[in-house]
Antibody, heavy 125, light 106 residues
């Protein structure tokens, strides 16, 4: 069974740092692009970052320069290092697998098909 | 690329046919996906490439469109379909989501 399990969320003060982890199982992790998507309670979904299977990285403007996505294929793990955290970063963070079901995908994926259960990050003093 | 979903809220009865529209601010070809989210749970992929049903998703769900206008249709609403639905474009970075459509019981 495909599974993604996030960890590392918690309460942090503004300006602080946090590192999220995501453990993948049930699929060949190193073959897939991986993503972080977040959701403020009661609000919509916001894409945060992507790391391709080749290690290429992409970020939303709201986190660029503060967050770093990385992966460790040997351990089937995805990470999100979050620095200079702000109150507006408070959200549930989802680890998500992306796949390209078509022949060509300009962003490397045409669907986010497996989602973790999410980990809660709260930035508050 | 901005995605505008309408309506943002929809009240319907079991058995109704409902449609949700997603409009993109520029051409995204067919790189559009639809997700369903129930309270307290992660989103679930329903449709990708605008019209391809994800494995295991009931056939009452369908998607259509290309370019800038897309539609998610539920042919006969079931009790388990009351949820929030999001569209997402995967044609360009940054990947973006629509604002969501909450489907509630009338």
């Amino acid at each position: 069974e495909f599974q993604l399990v996030e960890s590392g969320g918690g309460l942090v003060q503004p300006g602080g740092s946090l590192r999220l982890s995501c453990a993948a199982s049930g699929f060949t992790f190193n073959s897939y692009d991986m993503h972080w998507v977040r959701q403020v309670t009661g609000k919509g979904l916001e894409w945060v970052s992507t790391i391709g299977s080749a290690g290429d990285t992409y970020y939303s403007d709201s986190v660029k320069g503060r967050f770093t996505i990385s992966r460790e294929n040997a351990n089937n793990s995805l990470y999100l290092q979050m620095n200079s955290l702000r109150a507006e970063d408070t959200a549930v963070y989802y680890c998500v697998r992306g796949d390209c079901y078509g022949i060509t995908c300009y962003t490397g994926v045409d669907a986010l098909d497996i989602w973790g259960q999410g980990t809660i990050v709260t930035v508050s003093s | 690329i901005q995605l505008t979903q309408s309506p943002s809220f929809l009240s319907a009865s079991v058995g109704d046919r409902v449609s949700i529209t997603c409009r993109a601010s520029q051409d995204i070809n067919s790189f559009l996906a639809w997700y369903q989210q129930k309270p307290g749970t992660a989103p679930k992929l329903l449709i990708y490439a605008a019209s391809t049903l994800q494995s295991g998703v009931p056939s009452r769900f369908s998607g259509s469109g290309s370019g800038t206008e897309f539609t998610l249709t539920i042919s006969s609403l079931q009790p388990e379909d009351f949820a929030t639905y999001y569209c997402q474009q995967l044609n360009n970075f940054p990947l973006t989501f629509g604002g969501g459509t909450k489907v509630e019981i009338k």
